[in-house]
């Protein structure tokens, strides 16, 4: 017989309201109904790392930009929310050494495929089709959440995707991994590099299980939200019906107090403080959806045994992103093309000590107008400049011939991934306060977040209705095969 569910609790807290957070609220108003008060708590603004800037009347994405075809959770967001997807602009790569371009995509896929043949052999073809393999196993995390099941752990959710392989892609670069699976060390150099520097601002010396999700972010069919990707947070939130308390939470600790059945329940009391001084309340449940590290929380955590630090390990990758309007210089990039005929969109580098710049993108505004077309060289235009350090002016001058403005966002955006890849905090810190960014630690991206974030509300589900045989299961794809 099913199981007998206790009440429901009565408020659970939600902190951060970039996608994980508003996901989070979402998926926790699916699984408790409709009687629990849920508040997210967001200083800045709703969105987070999804943010956009506005230039001369246009909006443009400055954070997380792209969502891939497959990634489930996303596109059952933008359906749900009534959102559309952001118009296609046809785009081509060019990838630059510092002094050369040494690949220019062409408009004809065959020129593109003979090209590719010709230089790297089948190691194109073979990237895609090993990055195909991993990212069906993946693919498994939906079917496992729609049944209900959920993980305490991101290695135990891995596990449960793609077993001992997907634990070793955490453990090893993605050029070992790579090596290890006979793609040639040119091709890495030249063409692998330059996607993990655009994605994640790092070498190939990032972990492979990043790594393939950075190859997978340079698939095609990639696609965006019309209006700007922070839509979806700003949806989820009032979708789920979720009070936005606008402040920081400073402390979360952990309160015993006598239940209704005379055993005793832990509360949990967050202190924040809002444009109207500090609060606190109480909570039955609380989700921690922003990281907990250096420069991007300060949360301190008390009463809690063990305790739990208000920064684990590891850091946060610097990525500047540096917003131009201008006209590029073409000789920067040595090249004699006439700027007129230069529609090159996507410049991606290779890895070069010297170069100050990770990629440098022509921008279209988050909703594209009818008749809008991709500007040549030779006229002005938003420019997206990814690096590690902040621009000077120098650099700049070097780049573009003209700029008529400078807009810069430094972003901790990811994590620094060096494997092997050191113990991950758990999802679960105490027994109903939930870790869900944890899960960057294997690949940060939008997808990742919202996969994470139905996770946490399924664990919150299970833990608070003792469901443990939904918690961990081991072999669930061998047991759910032939299941809808
Ligand atoms: C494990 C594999 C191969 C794929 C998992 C599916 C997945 C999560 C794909 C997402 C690919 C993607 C759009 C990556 C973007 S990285 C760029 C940047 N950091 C951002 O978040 O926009």
């Not at 150099?189 to 790092?202: E, F, W």
């Not at 309007?325 to 890895?351: C, Q, W």
């Not at 420019?383 to 972003?411: D, H």
Request: aromatic content about 10%; glycine content about 8%; charged content about 20%.
């Amino acid at each position: 017989s099913a199981p007998k569910l206790k009440e429901q609790p009565k408020k659970i807290a939600v902190i951060g309201g970039g996608i994980g957070g508003t996901a989070a609220a979402y998926f926790l108003r699916q699984e408790f109904g409709p009687s629990v008060k849920i508040d997210v708590f967001e200083a800045g603004p709703v969105g987070g790392r999804l943010a956009t800037e506005n230039i001369r009347g246009h909006d443009y994405e400055i954070g997380g930009s792209i969502i891939h075809p497959l990634n489930l959770h996303m596109k059952h967001f933008v359906d749900r929310l009534g959102l559309s997807t952001r118009a296609e602009v046809p785009s081509k790569v060019a990838i630059f050494d510092g002094k050369e371009l040494t690949f220019e995509e062409s408009d004809w896929f065959i020129v593109n495929f003979l090209r590719m043949l010709w230089r790297y052999g089948l190691n194109s073809i073979r990237m895609h089709m090993w990055v195909e393999g991993i990212l069906d196993k993946f693919m498994r995390i939906y079917q496992y959440q729609q049944f209900g099941y959920s993980f305490s752990s991101v290695e135990r959710l891995l596990h449960a995707m793609g077993g001992d392989s997907f634990l070793m892609l955490l453990n090893q670069t993605l050029e070992e991994a790579m090596l290890a699976n006979g793609f040639s060390q040119v091709f890495i150099n030249d063409i692998v590099t330059p996607i993990s520097r655009v994605n994640y601002g790092q070498s190939v010396r990032l972990s492979a299980f990043v790594g393939t999700v950075s190859l997978a972010g340079a698939n095609s069919g990639l696609w965006a939200v019309d209006g700007g990707n922070k839509r979806v947070c700003s949806g989820l939130l009032y979708n789920s019906k979720a009070e936005l308390i606008q402040a920081r939470v400073v402390s979360v600790s952990v309160k015993m107090r006598p239940s209704r059945s005379g055993t005793v329940a832990n509360f949990y009391e967050l202190n924040y403080v809002g444009d109207s001084g500090p609060a606190h309340s109480l909570y039955d449940i609380v989700i921690v959806a922003t990281p907990l590290h250096q420069g991007l929380s300060d949360i301190s955590f008390s009463g809690f045994s063990p305790p739990i630090p208000s920064h684990f390990p590891g850091r946060y990758h610097q990525t500047v992103a540096t917003l131009v309007l201008g006209r590029l210089n073409m000789s920067y990039l040595g090249s004699n093309h006439k700027p007129a005929d230069f529609v090159v969109s996507e410049i991606l580098t290779t890895d070069n000590e010297a170069l100050a710049i990770n990629s440098l993108g022509s921008l279209h505004p988050v909703h594209i107008p009818q008749g809008y077309r991709q500007p040549p060289a030779s006229e002005s235009k938003v420019w997206k400049v990814f690096s590690q350090e902040p621009l000077s002016e120098e650099q700049l001058g070097e780049i573009f011939v003209s700029r008529e403005g400078v807009w810069e966002k430094r972003w901790l955006a990811y994590p620094s991934y060096s494997p092997p890849q050191r113990r991950m905090p758990p999802f679960t810190l105490h027994d109903r306060l939930f870790y869900l960014n944890t899960i960057e630690w294997a690949a940060s991206c939008m997808e990742m977040s919202a996969i994470s974030a139905r996770n946490m509300a399924l664990l919150a589900h299970h833990r608070w209705h003792d469901q443990t045989d939904k918690i961990d299961q081991e072999d669930l794809h061998t047991r759910l095969r032939g299941e809808l």
